[in-house]
């Protein structure tokens, strides 16, 4: 399995319970390198327009609302088959579903307030990670 890259957001809820290196050092040890990191507030437009592809369902102003609420830490990961990597280690985006020992499991507060964020595709992880990051940014 190839060394490929994918985009993370380390969300309000975890900052806001200063779980930045909680979350991270979890990352890490699932085998993911962050090679590209940055604390940063997002705004309304930026949030709406990285959640675009949401933004016909019913959570959408909340979850913008929510993403704006505080500051976030955006990531790219890199590892092994990175994209299905990270998701085992996030779990399932409902906390309630997530497997023991995930971050969502452990660490999370709700289905919107789910500490982590990360790309469901290869194709969305090289989006999101263009969307935050510029190439000289990231440093592997
Ligand atoms: P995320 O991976 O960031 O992608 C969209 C987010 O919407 C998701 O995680 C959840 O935090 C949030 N969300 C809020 N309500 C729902 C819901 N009912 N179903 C799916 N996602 C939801």
Redo the contacts with the bound molecule.
């Keep these: 399995m190839a060394v490929t890259r994918t985009f993370s957001?380390i969300?309000p809820d975890a900052t806001r319970r200063n779980l930045t290196g909680k979350v991270t050092a979890m990352l890490e040890e699932a085998g993911l390198r962050v090679v590209a990191s940055r604390r940063i507030r997002m705004t309304k437009e930026q949030a709406e327009g990285f959640?675009a592809v949401?933004k016909e369902?019913?959570?959408f102003n909340?979850?913008v609302a929510?993403?704006t609420s505080g500051p976030v830490v955006v990531q790219v990961l890199e590892g092994e088959d990175a994209v299905a990597l990270n998701r085992r280690v996030?779990g399932a985006?409902?906390p309630e579903n997530a497997e023991p020992g995930t971050i969502r499991r452990e660490l999370a507060e709700s289905?919107?307030?789910?500490s982590?964020?990360?790309s469901?595709s290869a194709e969305n992880a090289a989006i999101e990670i263009a969307f935050f990051f510029k190439p000289e940014d990231i440093v592997g």
Aim: glycine residues 4%.
């Design positions: 957001i969300k959640y949401h369902r019913p959570f909340d979850l929510f993403m996030m985006t409902n289905i919107e307030a789910n982590v964020h990360g469901d």
